[in-house]
């Protein structure tokens, strides 16, 4: 029996008795106790009125506030159902029934089955067994689960949260809060894909499209901390300069300048066909390429082949000291990086050996170990 039902006995048994009483009280003419009796019946319908006031005003309000939940919660744009803990529909707005494509309104599908109803429009998913298992693992688990993704057949996206509804300690329901996600995601991913497009822009150089002296920073001195993980791969270097630059640019412009540095660029990018090898723009005329993992015998193998494809191009440099057409001069290093040492070593090494190829009348390529065996045997 419940409460309400045990208190309207107890006050229902309490009037028949007083009536009782003053019945009595009459009969035998005990006026006191009758007047008592009157007292204590007009005393007890001054609180059930009372009480019934009360209750209805307390009622009224809860409809209220039941109307302005529900209201709220038709409002949103985003999909709600709640269960029961036997798994009922108890209530479920308009947005879920428009992003689960239902024909039945809230009401038809109050007293329901919730999980039913998940299994009938499971097909609407791109793995709906997935979808399926998610659903029966959190019943089981019966505990809270936010932004959960699934994706649809039509290429729309899901975000769900669910949250087990408890009273006091005791398993009362599940309410499942559903937004469809598929704007936001591609702005996500356009956001990415510009941020991927702005960072590869930062590490490239402008004129000749290859890398830019920044990038050149960053990867060397990734692939020296790689080489030290390695345990002794070696790590070669071309420092490349075009001879006569500048007169180059006196002669031609500055425009035909930078059409010979993009056609430079482009020859010494095509030469490096690893993945991992890096060719870079070190600064005006200057260029450089990164070998990962490469051997002085490897470096020099396409410094030549390098070489060799500028010549092939035959570019007019009629000012130039040494050849009608544009040559270039290399410098090459080589280190097994260690941990006495650091990457400016292997700079160094490329960098002075430039500077050899340059003074022994350019147009050529140097090893800086060749430089370094010539100096121990002068000495």
Not at 1 to 9: C, G, L
Not at 227 to 251: A, V
Not at 341 to 348: H, Q, R
């Amino acid at each position: 029996m419940k409460i309400v039902s045990k208190v309207q006995y107890a006050f229902s048994s309490m009037i028949i008795l007083i009536l009782a009483v003053c019945t009595f009280a009459h009969y035998h003419k005990l006026v006191w106790l009758e007047i008592m009796g009157a007292i204590v019946l007009i005393g007890l319908a001054m609180h059930l009125g009372y009480q019934f006031d009360r209750t209805r005003h307390y009622e009224l309000e809860r409809k209220k506030q039941t109307a302005r939940m529900s209201a709220l919660v038709s409002s949103l744009k985003s999909g709600i159902l709640a269960l029961d803990e036997n798994r009922k529909i108890i209530h479920v707005n308009k947005e879920f029934c428009q992003m689960f494509r239902l024909n039945e309104n809230g009401e038809q599908l109050h007293g329901t089955n919730g999980h039913e109803l998940f299994q009938k429009n499971a097909p609407l998913f791109t793995d709906p067994d997935l979808f399926l298992q998610t659903i029966r693992t959190l019943y089981t688990a019966h505990s809270m689960a936010l932004n959960q993704e699934v994706h649809l057949t039509n290429g729309q996206i899901f975000e769900f949260d669910y949250l087990p509804i408890y009273v006091g300690q005791h398993d009362s329901g599940h309410l499942w809060h559903y937004r469809n996600v598929t704007e936001a995601k591609e702005k996500e991913r356009l956001l990415i894909e510009s941020n991927m497009i702005l960072q590869n822009l930062s590490s490239m150089d402008g004129l000749t499209g290859i890398a830019n002296r920044r990038s050149f920073d960053s990867r060397i001195s990734d692939e020296w901390k790689r080489s030290l993980r390695q345990n002794g791969e070696p790590l070669s270097l071309i420092m490349l300069d075009i001879d006569h630059f500048k007169l180059y640019n006196d002669t031609y412009g500055h425009q035909e300048g930078d059409n010979c540095l993009i056609q430079i660029a482009a020859a010494i990018q095509a030469c490096c066909i690893r993945p991992g090898d890096l060719a870079a723009r070190y600064g005006g005329e200057e260029f450089s390429i990164i070998f990962p993992a490469t051997s002085a015998a490897g470096a020099i193998s396409v410094a030549e082949r390098i070489k060799k494809a500028i010549e092939h191009m035959q570019i007019p440099h009629a000012n130039s000291l040494i050849s009608p057409n544009v040559t270039v001069s290399m410098g090459i290093g080589t280190v097994i990086p260690n941990a006495a040492a650091s990457v400016t070593t292997l700079i160094e090494q490329a960098d002075q050996a430039l500077y050899q190829a340059k003074s022994h009348g350019r147009n050529r390529l140097i090893l800086y170990q060749e430089i370094s065996k010539k100096r121990l045997g002068h000495n």
